[in-house]
Nanobody
Framework: EVQLQASGGGLVQPGGSLRLSCVYS????????IGWFRQAPGKDREGVSC????????YYADSVQGRFTISSDNAKNTVYLQMNSLKPEDTAVYYC?????????????????????WGQGTLVTVSS
């Protein structure tokens, strides 16, 4: 059974940092894509970042480019999202999701429909 668990959220002041973790199980580390999405109350779900193991590439939304970094540790079956210079606008529930279909998604990484499996989400609150 494929499972993903997001963790690491919490309360942080503007300008601070958090590192989110997505621990996955039920599939191998050879060919997958792990995406991070976020959703604030009353807002659409937004694709934040994606790591593709087959491509060895990372993707970022314009709103987080230069502030967030995605990385993967296959030995620990974990994908991380390092979030620096946090802003109040980053406040949301953050979800990780997996695409195991095989072909690289390319430009489609930011579409939630591309992902078959989702974690439960972790709340990030940026406030003074």
């Amino acid at each position: 059974e494929v499972q993903l668990q997001a963790s690491g959220g919490g309360l942080v002041q503007p300008g601070g940092s958090l590192r989110l973790s997505c621990v996955y199980s039920g599939f191998t580390s050879d060919d997958y894509a792990i995406g991070w999405f976020r959703q604030a109350p009353g807002k659409d779900r937004e694709g934040v970042s994606c790591f593709s193991s087959s491509e060895g590439s990372a993707y970022y939304a314009d709103s987080v480019q230069g502030r967030f970094t995605i990385s993967s540790d296959n030995a620990k079956n974990t994908v991380y999202l390092q979030m620096n210079s946090l802003k109040p606008e980053d406040t949301a529930v953050y979800y990780c999701a997996a695409d195991l279909s095989g072909p690289p998604m390319g430009r489609l990484w930011r579409l939630a429909v591309m992902y078959d499996y989702w974690g439960q989400g972790t709340l990030v609150t940026v406030s003074s």
